[in-house]
């Protein structure tokens, strides 16, 4: 239900137009996802189905986050792919992995570099509103920190393939 929540947030962002307003659904998609997690792992409740909604239900957010930002010209375009350097990467890192077949048993799982993307992807968004003379700096972290994430990404997809 947390992460679910995280959908009915990005439904509500593209209508809301106060910066107070924009920042605390940030504030709550954050809190539901750090708070989905670490529910999961003190009950040990983790399973497949949660460990693939948590992530697109993050991205939805954070897509329609960014998306509406860009429409209202609080963002640049280029700032805007910028922001999703890494997701657009792993979204096609993962198409990849399941049609290349000594791919394909590989097991995608969060990792270190792509909580920090997250985590900062968060607080540009938080950013754009309350404090939009950081965002500039905050995306060129982001950048940096996407290109890092999808060089570990890749090894890490490397290394667990499957021989051929």
Do not use: E
Request: aromatic fraction near 10%; glycine fraction near 6%.
């Amino acid at each position: 239900m947390l992460s679910l929540s995280r959908v009915v947030l990005a439904a509500a962002f593209p209508f809301v137009r106060t910066s107070a307003w924009q920042a605390t659904l940030v504030v709550l998609a954050g809190a539901t996802d750090f708070l989905d997690g670490f529910i999961a792992r003190a009950r040990h409740a983790d399973n497949k189905w949660g460990a693939l909604l948590d992530p697109i239900t993050d991205r939805i957010f954070v897509f329609t986050a960014l998306a509406t930002y860009l429409l209202v010209g609080q963002l640049t375009t280029g700032q805007y792919f910028i922001l999703l350097a890494r997701d657009l990467a792993t979204a096609i890192g993962f198409l990849v992995a399941r049609a290349v077949p000594w791919l394909r048993g590989v097991t995608f799982k969060a990792r270190l570099t792509g909580k920090l993307v997250t985590t900062f992807q968060l607080i540009v968004l938080l950013a754009v509103p309350l404090v939009p003379s950081a965002v500039r700096p905050l995306v060129l972290v982001v950048g940096v920190l996407s290109v890092w994430s999808i060089i570990d990404y890749t090894l890490a997809l490397w290394r667990a393939r499957v021989p051929a």
